[in-house]
């Protein structure tokens, strides 16, 4: 494992979090009033709108040669319809899993949903933009010892993170302390946020802290 590497990782990872940023300080110029809390929904959809954008313009720089038969026009755009699908799937998937696990059924959808969509962003778009709608290769990624590249360990902890701060997030909304941001799901998306970018922050840093006794085989 050459350093170089690590440092792609890490810069792709940085570009990454400063998608994040760039939701919460671009819209102020266009939008009044604009805030995470109080217009947390706009927020929402801008975070996700730039936050895919980057994953996708790092996915067309960094992405390997593929053949010219996995290039041709049919297959790409089978493959981005493809994607677009495996998201909406996504994103449906969250939606009822917040609903079976306690949030509104019938009120707050919007929110529920922009917070499916948020999660979806995080951990599914990543994925789609590495591994492709390959559900062979998500289960491999995601099974014990099933990486390939650092590229993939990097996405296991940026998409654990991302579903442990969500799951974090949702400790403070009970607690009778009658903020703003323990409106539902503000705090949720919030921990998701913060999640995702600690587990950005985290991979390289724990892959260059384990890279001697990292070996990956060849899938």
């Known amino acids: 494992m050459k350093d170089t590497d690590i440092k ?31 217009t947390h929904l706009i927020w929402l959809c ?4 730039f936050v895919t954008a980057v994953n996708l313009l790092l996915y067309l720089v960094v992405k390997p040669n593929v053949s010219s038969k996995r290039s041709s026009l049919s297959h790409k755009v089978t493959r981005v319809l493809k994607c677009w699908i495996y998201f909406l799937m996504s994103c449906f998937f969250l939606h009822v899993i917040f609903v079976l696990y306690g949030a509104p059924l019938i009120e707050l959808v919007l929110e529920t949903f922009l917070f499916a969509v ?5 951990t599914t778009v990543p994925c789609l933009c590495l591994l492709g709608p390959n559900l062979k290769a998500w289960l491999r990624v995601f099974s014990r010892n099933g990486v390939t590249s ?8 940026t998409t654990i993170s991302s579903f442990v701060g969500a799951w974090l997030g949702a400790f403070p909304i009970p607690l009778d302390w009658e903020r703003p941001w323990q409106v539902w799901p503000i705090s949720c998306t919030l921990g998701a946020t ?20 990292l070996t990956y085989k060849t899938n």
């Open 118 to 122: 948020i999660l979806s962003t995080f």
């Open 150 to 157: 650092i590229w993939e360990n990097s996405l296991q902890i």
């Open 194 to 213: 913060f999640g995702y970018v600690a587990g950005l922050v985290i991979s390289p840093l724990w892959i260059y802290w384990n890279r001697k006794q």
């Open 8 to 38: 792609r990782l890490l810069y792709t990872n940085l570009l990454c979090i400063f998608s994040i940023f760039l939701s919460i300080f671009i819209p102020p110029f266009f939008l009044d009033n604009f805030s995470v809390l109080e």
């Open 46 to 49: 801008t975070c996700s709108t």
